[in-house]
């Protein structure tokens, strides 16, 4: 590709090979519905059958950054700049376990230059609409941001390139990169990953003024991290306003991940709450809305996976009975998990922690 005739690009990056299904997917669907925008991918783990399927598709180059090796998401603001500083006037940041289900890649490339886009956390994502994680950082809060940013998708033009080097530098912060070393659980709030620390620097006074827009959870992106990450009510009015996120983001495992085999409750292995945690796990991904969208999408230069075909009569009955839509599908499931994510936000189970201890006590960029 020449760098100096395009404008946009949309960056996808996977390091796990086994995660190769997400590429596929989110290219085949950048081309049903944005069939316009330039894609790059860095695929640094990939196989010789991935090289030659992802060389096939029109619109598709391969990135190489020498420096990324095991910065896993945290190589976002690098991939970005490369993109910036290559001649692309806008850059959209994909995480390679989106898929797309309508135009809206499309649409974000006609907003204002100045406008950071991205999109809103899920609802049960701790500690949202304050400044913690700005003050934690030790920046000047400024504003407070209606939730906290979840970078699976990043719109940035080069009038960001300042606040995308800042970002780049807090990530490569020695107590940052200490805390990353650290299970999630044991880590910090504001250091938990790189979307606290771009949250945090929104909020702050330097970039305060710089206008944000942020993709509403449940609306326009489907934050699908369990089933309750795709809440109750605003599936029942996506269904109610006859309309479907266009964005699907598949959170935490995926649903290619699973076995073909269904899980046993009554005659597996192991003590049966562990049977009935794994049968229920297996529903949700069969039940996803990211795997509805992907099963339209299957015939389009993709050769069918197993993964695609739902293999439990628990998986089949939740399709039926959400008619095969994005919004309905799973519904009982994500009744449970909402109901699972609530008692533990009131006793307080699985929290980050937000201990004052943590926090830094002087601006690392100052």
């Known amino acids: 590709m020449n760098a ?3 404008e946009t690009v949309v960056c996808l990056h996977e390091d796990r090979l086994t995660h190769f299904p997400g590429i596929q997917f989110a290219i085949a669907s ?6 316009e925008l330039k894609i790059a991918v860095s695929f640094p783990n990939s196989s010789s059958e991935a090289d030659k399927w992802i060389e096939q598709q029109h619109g598709v180059e391969r990135i190489y950054l020498d420096h990324g090796t095991g910065k896993g998401w945290n190589i976002k603001p690098d991939l970005i700049l490369m ?8 850059v959209i940041w994909l995480d390679a376990d989106i898929i797309v289900n309508g135009p809206i890649l499309s649409e974000l490339t006609t907003q204002s230059e100045n406008m950071l886009i991205s999109t809103e956390e899920p609802y049960w994502g701790q500690q949202q609409g304050n400044d913690l994680r700005t003050r934690a950082w030790a920046l000047v809060p400024f504003r407070t941001l209606s939730a906290t940013v979840n970078t699976g998708v990043i719109r940035v033009t080069k009038n960001h390139l300042h606040l995308i080097k800042d970002w780049q530098l807090l990530l490569g912060h020695p107590v940052y990169l200490a805390m990353q070393k650290l299970p999630d659980m044991q880590r910090p709030i504001h250091m938990l990953g790189d979307q606290e620390v771009l949250t945090a620097l929104l909020g702050g006074k330097k970039y305060g003024h710089m206008p944000v827009r942020l993709l509403r959870r449940g609306v326009e ?3 699908c991290f369990g089933a309750g990450g795709f809440g109750v009510s605003e599936r029942l009015k996506n269904t109610f306003l006859r309309r479907s996120p266009q964005l699907i983001h598949a959170m935490g495992r995926k649903p290619w991940s699973r076995s073909v085999a269904p899980p046993q409750i009554f005659f597996g292995g192991g003590k049966l709450k562990s049977r009935i945690n794994s049968y229920y796990e297996y529903l949700m991904l069969e039940s996803s809305p990211y795997l509805v969208v992907a099963r339209s999408i299957k015939g389009e230069d993709i050769s069918d996976s ?3 075909f739902r293999h439990s009569s628990g998986g089949k009955f939740l399709a039926n009975i959400g008619f095969n839509s994005v919004n309905l599908t799973g519904l009982p499931l994500a009744v449970i998990d909402s109901c699972g994510k609530f008692l533990k936000r009131i006793f307080k189970i699985s929290r980050f922690s937000t201990d004052e201890k943590f926090f830094l006590k002087k601006y690392p960029l100052d």
Do not use: D
Not at 30 to 35: A, K, W
Not at 84 to 89: A, C, I, Y
């Open 83 to 90: 993109l910036l500083e290559r001649g692309h006037s806008q």
């Open 4 to 6: 100096s005739s395009i």
């Open 30 to 35: 950048l081309h049903r519905h944005s069939p």
């Open 221 to 223: 992106i489907a934050q």
């Open 306 to 308: 197993v993964w695609l």
